[in-house]
């Protein structure tokens, strides 16, 4: 899970308990016991916790642009909630770009 939110970077390079507090800015806590288990989380995941795990992915990395490409628009109200919530705090500084 660890290489997952860190990608493209090394998963060795990410401070665990920055990891935990990524996935729970985005509603993921029921994935921290599996922090250092690898797995096909493409496969694993449903698409919602796929589309947090993306935005969790960004938060650390703290580029100068995001794109997202319809990503907003089958999301539940809470998810998509929570994940504006991210970027108008936690990402407040990124230039976003929502092709839909």
């Known amino acids: 899970m660890?290489?997952?939110l860190s990608y493209p970077r090394s998963g060795?390079?990410?401070d665990p308990a920055t990891v935990c507090d990524v996935l729970a800015t985005v509603g993921?806590?029921?994935l921290k016991?599996?922090?250092e288990k690898y797995d096909r989380w493409d496969r694993r995941l449903s698409d919602v916790e796929k589309q947090r795990l993306s935005v969790a992915r960004v938060i650390p990395q703290k580029p100068r642009w995001v794109v997202l490409n319809r990503s907003m628009a089958n999301l539940d109200p809470?998810?998509?909630r929570r994940?504006?919530?991210v970027f108008g705090r936690d990402l407040a500084n990124v230039g976003v770009l929502n092709i839909g």
């Open 2 to 4: 660890r290489s997952a």
């Open 12 to 14: 060795e390079a990410s």
């Open 28 to 30: 993921h806590d029921h």
């Open 33 to 35: 016991p599996f922090l």
């Open 78 to 80: 809470e998810t998509r």
């Open 83 to 85: 994940i504006e919530t």
